[in-house]
């Protein structure tokens, strides 16, 4: 019996109308789907997103649904990466394709990375499925266009010190994660003289979307500020 195979299904920012022909054809027949928690009681928005596919189903499948908590410790971390390894290569040996849902595109900051090396480390097949990235969707919402000409693109995961030089160089930049660092980032942007469009998508593709001019002040962990830098 040949082993089955890993696929990482991204599944776009919200919108289930955003999902792949693709995505949704795999997610049609994948005897088991991988969605992962950030807690034990909360659940998978990914999973949320495909519900209108496996409701259409009519044969059996069975869902993982491993707990990737949003936490620093790496050694805890770790011992939560090895229960979804050990969950997913049990499947694989039984010559089960697998599908791993991930909000966005499972190449970009996305919890798929970590399961993908350990699973492919073992000799296992694994194959990637692209999805509509959040700040690529957010761009379309909000009307913005990230780049034109030779224009530069910076993407950055959250506020950090290393933002400061990065944005010397950026015509835009996308900020991830800005709900619970507004200020900071008010504070980095305001000592950049030039001028500047500024706009905040909270919860992208959702019913629940919204979109401010400037920085976003509600607590949204999926909040994305978009800054375009303007010549003087």
């Keep these: 019996m040949s082993s089955g195979k890993l696929i990482g299904v991204g599944v776009g920012p919200g919108n289930p109308d955003l999902l792949t022909l693709k995505a949704a054809n795999i997610l049609k027949e994948v005897p088991v789907i991988c969605s992962p928690r950030s807690a034990e009681s909360r659940p998978s928005l990914a999973l949320s997103i495909v519900k209108f596919i496996l409701e259409s189903r009519d044969d059996e499948y069975e869902v993982l649904d491993p707990v990737f908590p949003m936490i620093e410790d790496e050694e805890a971390l770790h011992i939560y990466w090895e229960e979804a390894a050990r969950q997913v290569k049990e499947r694989l040996q039984q010559g089960l394709d697998v599908a791993f849902i991930t909000l ?129």
Aim: glycine letters at 6%; a neutral charge.
């Design 104 to 232: 966005g595109d499972p190449t970009v900051y996305s919890t798929f990375s970590y399961l993908e090396k350990k699973i492919r480390s073992t000799g296992f097949e694994v194959e990637t499925i692209p999805g509509i990235t959040s700040f690529t969707g957010c761009a379309a919402s909000a009307h913005i266009t990230l780049g034109e000409k030779d224009e530069i693109i910076v993407i950055v995961p959250k506020v950090d010190e290393r933002l400061t030089p990065i944005l010397e160089h950026a015509d835009t930049a996308v900020i991830m994660k800005t709900s619970r660092h507004s200020k900071e980032l008010q504070d980095i942007v305001g000592k950049d003289p030039r001028r500047k469009e500024i706009i905040s998508v909270q919860n992208c593709g959702m019913s629940d979307e919204k979109i401010v001019k400037g920085f976003s002040r509600d607590k949204k962990y999926l909040s994305t500020t978009i800054i375009k830098f303007k010549d003087q």
